[in-house]
Structures are given as C-alpha cells and as structure tokens.
T-cell receptor, first 116, second 115 residues
Framework: DGGITQSPKYLFRKEGQNVTLSCEQNLNHDAMYWYRQDPGQGLRLIYYSQIVNDFQKGDIAEGYSVSREKKESFPLTVTSAQKNPTAFYLC???????????????FGDGTRLSIL | GDSVTQMEGPVTLSEEAFLTINCTYTATGYPSLFWYVQYPGEGLQLLLKATKADDKGSNKGFEATYRKETTSFHLEKGSVQVSDSAVYFCALSDPYSGGYQKVTFGTGTKLQVIP
C-alpha cells in the first residue's frame, strides 16, 4: 500500500544537539510538507517542497532546515537554534499540478520530539 | 489572511447521540474545504471534502455541506460510536496556489464518545 513513513516515532534531543526526522513517501507525490502540532494550536507549516531540489519556508521555519534530494524523501532537521522543539511533527504530501489545491493531504503517523 | 474557526472542545457524547462540530472560515475567493480526523498517536486522515458551494461531502456516516452564504462547513453524524472518539480538524485550501497546497487548519475539536 502507498503511504508516508515517518521515523522514528519518538525522539529525544539533548541541549545543543541537532536531530533529523525522516519522511519517506511512495505515493509518487510531487509536493511534501512538514507541520508542527502543539496542543490547542492546530497544525503550523514549517517547510514545503514542490519539486526535487526546491523548498520554501512556511510560517515557522526558524530553527529548522530541510532537504529534498529525492522525490520520495523530505527529511527535517531540528537545529539547536530551535529553543522550544518539543512537539508532534507531521509530514504530508500531495500530488502537484494546478489541481493541488483541491487534493487532500496524505499524512504520516508523526514523530514526537522531546527535550532531555 | 485565511482563517478557520472550530468550536472548542472537548465534546462528550453518549453512544448513538447526534454530533455537530461547527466550523466557519474566512477566505478570499472559493476555497476547498476539508475535514480530517486524528486518532491518538497517529497522523491526520481525510474524512471528507467539498470543493464548491453547496457541495456535500460524506464518508462513514459523517456529512458536511459547503455553505458559502454563511461561510460554514459544519460536521454532522446522526449516531456516533465509541470508535469515533478522536480529534477532528476543519481545514481550507486555496485551489489556485499552483503546484502545492496552501492549507489553513482549525485548532481541532476533541470528541469523546462514552458507551
């Protein structure tokens, strides 16, 4: 079955450490997204990518970085500059093209990041 | 900018009760509207969608109608089950964002159904 795989499910970060969250999709989707979910705040967009080797900042990109070297993969790095990284991180994808706005997003099962 | 407002939760209902979760939106143009459901420890799953005014989305007994005159997309189900306990998110997207989906999510409404 096609879908999005996020790993690990739980991740702990020490002070001053960078950590990388993995997101892989086999849906052949062009666009991929990273969201942060905090209690009572819904989902906030961190970064998105429409095609390989291209990505754009979302609403809360500070302290995060991404890469898109392959269509299937969109890893997110939470850097030490992100002072409040404890949250649930969700990766999503959609097909591209002019009808992207009408398509539902497909989500992975998330990674919960905590500070040690 | 675009915004989505959902009713505050949690909503607690007895099994077989009628469910309504209110959702209103502010957007320019004609957004597409979605309801997503999130079960504990999981990502979001699409529940239903509507892409134009007066469209009714439906799935698994849930329904929502795109009401442009009241800018609303309320979620309803005639008889809830314990298995419907989850967090429900209303969302809108700009259909003309070109190549990617610019989505605005509501804050989510937690539903708890008791036997």
């Amino acid at each position: 079955d096609g879908g999005i795989t996020q790993s690990p499910k739980y991740l702990f970060r020490k002070e001053g450490q960078n950590v990388t969250l993995s997101c892989e999709q086999n849906l052949n989707h062009d666009a991929m997204y990273w969201y942060r979910q905090d209690p009572g705040q819904g989902l906030r967009l961190i970064y998105y990518s429409q095609i390989v080797n291209d990505f754009q900042k979302g609403d809360i990109a500070e302290g995060y970085s991404v890469s898109r070297e392959k269509k299937e993969s969109f890893p997110l790095t939470v850097t030490s500059a992100q002072k409040n990284p404890t949250a649930f991180y969700l990766c999503a994808s959609t097909g591209g093209g002019q009808t992207a706005g009408n398509q539902p997003q497909h989500f992975g099962d998330g990674t919960r990041l905590s500070i040690l | 900018g675009d915004s989505v407002t959902q009713m505050e939760g949690p909503v607690t209902l007895s099994e077989e009760a009628f469910l309504t979760i209110n959702c209103t939106y502010t957007a320019t143009g004609y957004p597409s509207l979605f309801w997503y459901v999130q079960y504990p420890g999981e990502g979001l799953q699409l529940l239903l969608k509507a892409t134009k005014a007066d469209d009714k989305g439906s799935n698994k007994g849930f329904e929502a109608t795109y009401r442009k005159e009241t800018t609303s997309f309320h979620l309803e189900k005639g008889s809830v089950q314990v298995s419907d306990s989850a967090v429900y998110f209303c969302a809108l997207s700009d259909p003309y964002s070109g190549g990617y989906q610019k989505v605005t999510f509501g804050t989510g409404t937690k539903l708890q159904v008791i036997p």
